[in-house]
């Protein structure tokens, strides 16, 4: 399972299964580090629904897009573009994963998922992680993460200044591998289709993307 989360994990993600060890102690933070922290807090929990494409790069070289539809609380699709059959949908209490190179599908608790730091009633991202570092940079606020329950893991949210909003995150894993994942393009606030957020096993047609080819992802979209 961490296998497959690692590779495919829309590393929104403090993913709960691949999260454990860390040692040592929250940074101390200053009152404008704990302004920006708010701010970020605040514009998370005013998301209700949020879609995007995005583009995944792994240290390995492997790039892949896709797209995101998050509905809070609770509610969430990630969906890989061909030729990758790999789709991530939570319902409200079920994170069901199905990976079409085996064919296979489970269905773990919600605090499995990579996005679950997201996905409750309210973000409060010094209860329920340890905020490591807060960076203010020219144009972006970095605040880096690590879980609560330990890890050797940690979480780096990037936020774009003007207009405030999030643009990536890199998820560095225990062994210090990196997954960088970019958002293209997140709309905030429009209605989503509440079938999006009902599983049903892609078929087999979507293996292949139309054309025969897949879509092209520029490297520009990811600097």
């Known amino acids: 399972m961490i296998t497959i989360m690692r590779k495919y994990c829309f590393a929104v993600a403090i993913t709960a299964a691949a999260m454990t060890g860390f040692t040592g102690n929250a940074a101390a933070l200053t009152a404008a ?26 240290p390995n070289g492997w790039i892949a897009e896709g797209a995101l539809y998050l509905q809070r609380p609770g509610k969430m699709r990630i969906e890989y573009a061909p ?11 079920m ?19 990579p996005a679950a730091f997201l996905l409750g009633e309210r973000v409060d991202l010094t209860r329920e992680a340890k905020i490591r570092r807060v960076e203010r940079r020219r144009n972006t606020y970095v605040i880096t993460v ?33 997954t960088r994942v970019v958002l293209l393009d997140p709309r905030i606030g429009h209605p989503i289709d509440p079938v999006k957020f009902l599983f049903e096993k892609p078929g087999r047609s979507a293996a292949k993307p139309r054309g025969g080819r897949p879509p092209e992802v520029k490297a520009m979209d990811l600097k």
């Open 83 to 93: 030729p990758h059959r790999f789709l991530m949908v939570t319902t409200g209490r």
């Open 95 to 113: 994170l069901i994963v199905y990976n079409g190179k085996t064919d296979a599908t489970m269905h773990l608790p919600v605090s499995a998922s």
């Open 146 to 178: 690590s879980p609560r329950n330990g890890g050797r893991a940690s979480l780096r949210l990037v936020f774009a200044r003007k207009p405030f909003g999030i643009k990536e995150w890199t998820v560095v894993d225990a062994k210090r591998k990196k």
């Open 33 to 58: 580090d704990r302004a920006v922290v708010k701010r970020v807090e605040a514009y998370l929990n005013a998301i209700h629904t949020l879609t995007a494409r995005f583009i995944q790069a792994e």
